[in-house]
């Protein structure tokens, strides 16, 4: 088994690596064939048990976008995905090892705001746009893969529903927990949440197992770990040869000149 997790934002639609050494990159969205839609340049790190993941996932935390708003002091101003891949190898009915790959996307994502509560103004207000926007674009994405007739679905709307787009119409399984308030106060949001909640239930997928994908990190480190084996064993073979040919030539030295000039054996 091979385990590894990476951690990212969506701020004002830009994508930044909670993992990574310089916090102001922007990182892109790109999309392959063979892998789908992936982070260029994002960070992954190998984690051995539950506590390095735990002590990553704080770590990344700390680095996200939190502001201050009329309704919350430490309000999320972005969403944010750490992603567990899981690869392992077997052996196959057909004798050859393969490689099978996994991959759970924690999804936080920002609330929706209304300006006329947060008192949202300045970068605050710009955030809550974005987030508004995003949010926007995940519903209506929604509904077209619930509708089913559309032959187009929005993905490419924003950041977020182009890194969910698996998550969502692919190959997954996919759980969504709506958070909502008890107050009267917050009548309006909690029937939006849970009129969002209704639609997303709807989605269908089926899901498949990723057999022998091509982006296995495991099925590299396979690899490596083989090419190493062989040149270990090239190094040995060597070794052995030196030390054979300087056994043979210490016998030969293994002698005494005598007085005559002429080398003898000695006797053992």
């Given at each position: 088994?091979l385990?590894?997790?990476?951690?990212?934002?969506?701020?004002?639609?830009?994508?930044?690596?909670?993992?990574?050494?310089?916090?102001?990159?922007?990182?892109?969205?790109?999309?392959?064939?063979d892998?789908?839609?992936?982070?260029k340049?994002?960070?992954?790190y190998?984690?051995?048990?539950?506590?390095?993941?735990?002590?990553?996932?704080?770590?990344?935390?700390?680095?996200?976008s939190?502001?201050a708003t009329?309704?919350?002091?430490?309000?999320?101003?972005?969403?944010?995905i750490?992603?567990?891949?899981?690869?392992?190898?077997?052996?196959?009915?057909?004798?050859?090892?393969?490689?099978?790959m996994?991959?759970?996307?924690?999804?936080?994502?920002?609330?929706?705001?209304?300006?006329?509560?947060?008192?949202?103004t300045?970068?605050?207000?710009?955030?809550?746009?974005?987030?508004?926007?995003?949010?926007?674009?995940?519903?209506?994405?929604?509904?077209?893969?619930?509708?089913?007739?559309?032959?187009?679905?929005?993905?490419?709307?924003?950041?977020l529903?182009?890194?969910?787009?698996?998550?969502?119409?692919?190959?997954?399984?996919?759980?969504?927990c709506?958070?909502?308030?008890?107050?009267?106060?917050?009548?309006?949001?909690?029937?939006?949440?849970?009129?969002?909640?209704?639609?997303?239930?709807?989605?269908?997928?089926?899901?498949?197992?990723?057999?022998?994908?091509?982006d296995?990190?495991?099925?590299?480190?396979?690899?490596?770990?083989?090419?190493?084996?062989?040149?270990?064993?090239?190094?040995e073979?060597?070794?052995?040869?030196?030390?054979?040919?300087?056994?043979?030539?210490?016998?030969e030295d293994d002698?005494?000149?005598?007085?005559d000039?002429?080398?003898?054996?000695?006797?053992?």
């Amino acid at each position: 088994f091979l385990v590894r997790v990476s951690y990212l934002e969506i701020y004002n639609e830009e994508v930044r690596d909670l993992l990574g050494k310089d916090q102001s990159q922007r990182l892109e969205v790109k999309e392959r064939p063979d892998v789908g839609v992936y982070i260029k340049d994002l960070s992954a790190y190998v984690v051995n048990n539950a506590d390095d993941m735990d002590r990553i996932m704080t770590l990344g935390h700390k680095n996200r976008s939190v502001g201050a708003t009329n309704m919350n002091e430490h309000s999320s101003r972005s969403h944010a995905i750490f992603t567990i891949t899981i690869e392992c190898s077997e052996k196959g009915v057909d004798g050859n090892m393969h490689v099978r790959m996994g991959k759970l996307h924690l999804v936080d994502l920002a609330g929706s705001e209304r300006q006329a509560k947060t008192g949202a103004t300045g970068q605050r207000l710009k955030e809550a746009t974005k987030i508004n926007l995003s949010l926007s674009t995940l519903g209506n994405v929604i509904s077209a893969l619930v509708d089913g007739k559309s032959t187009h679905v929005p993905y490419r709307n924003s950041k977020l529903t182009r890194l969910l787009q698996d998550s969502l119409g692919g190959n997954s399984k996919t759980m969504m927990c709506a958070n909502i308030g008890p107050a009267d106060y917050n009548y309006d949001e909690t029937i939006s949440t849970l009129r969002y909640a209704n639609r997303a239930k709807n989605i269908k997928n089926k899901a498949r197992i990723n057999e022998d994908p091509k982006d296995a990190l495991l099925r590299q480190f396979q690899k490596e770990i083989e090419e190493l084996k062989k040149k270990l064993e090239e190094g040995e073979e060597i070794s052995g040869s030196e030390t054979s040919s300087s056994e043979e030539e210490d016998e030969e030295d293994d002698g005494e000149i005598g007085e005559d000039g002429e080398k003898r054996k000695k006797r053992r």
